[in-house]
């Protein structure tokens, strides 16, 4: 199974500063056909997670554009350019290129 | 608006049987992809099992694989999860999601408890 690993597990942060989350997978997520499916999710307390991001660096409907992502192969990146209040949560890291699909052990980001 | 939700949770003794529900709106359910997802405390989030559009393509976690069966009724665009011999870690909240490469939308989810 494909491990993802996420760096750090926990994230203080001020508003408006900027924040960044690593994930790393044990094996490349370039799929044969050319893709990478990776994504990013974010869960706030008591709410399902919502999908971010999607085959690396692509916002999916309605997500601000202070969200970002990066990488390649094995080292992808979450970048959120100014953190807001509604930003606080914990983000995930996802593969879907490989079965059994697998998450990161997720990242805590809450305000300073 | 996309709407996923999910129920049937509740629960159960190990080696009991649960069928979950998932009833979509919003969308044109039989285009899509389906997927259940679990997430634990313990375990954080893991996928379960995904199943095409026509409901003949299927796959799963290799745990639960022989005691879950993912299916899908399109006329009533409803997904459905059966459990059956569930274990003490099968404990967790489940939830659907539409698509899988990626999940783009999640239910809210209902908890599955396996304890005697």
């Known amino acids: 199974d494909i491990v993802m690993t996420q760096t750090p597990l926990s994230s203080p942060v001020t508003l408006g500063q900027p924040a960044s989350i690593s994930c790393r997978s044990s094996q490349s997520l370039l799929h044969s056909d050319g893709n990478t499916y990776f994504s990013w999710l974010h869960q706030r307390p008591g709410q399902p997670p919502r999908l971010l991001i999607y085959?690396?660096?692509n916002r999916f409907s309605g997500v601000p554009d202070r969200f970002s992502g990066s990488g390649a192969g094995t080292d992808f990146t979450l970048k959120i350019s100014r953190v807001e209040a509604e930003d606080v949560g914990v983000y995930y890291c996802m593969q879907a290129t490989q079965l059994p699909w697998t998450f990161g052990q997720g990242t805590k980001v809450e305000i300073k | 608006e996309v709407q996923l939700v999910e129920s049937g949770g509740g629960l159960v003794q190990p080696g009991g049987s649960l069928r979950l529900s998932c009833a979509a709106s919003g969308f044109i359910f039989d285009t899509y992809w389906m997927t259940w997802i679990r997430q634990s405390p313990g375990k954080g989030l893991e996928w379960v099992a995904t199943?095409?559009?026509?409901?003949?393509?299927?796959y799963y976690l290799n745990s639960v694989r022989g005691r879950v069966t993912i299916s899908r009724d399109n006329a009533k665009k409803s997904l459905y999860l059966q459990m059956n011999s569930l274990r003490a870690e099968d404990t967790a909240v489940y939830f659907c999601?539409?698509?899988?490469?990626?999940?783009?939308?999640w239910g809210q989810g209902t908890l599955v408890t396996v304890s005697s």
């Open positions: 085959e690396i660096s």
């Open positions: 199943i095409n559009p026509d409901g003949n393509e299927k």
């Open positions: 999601a539409r698509g899988g490469q990626p999940l783009e939308y």
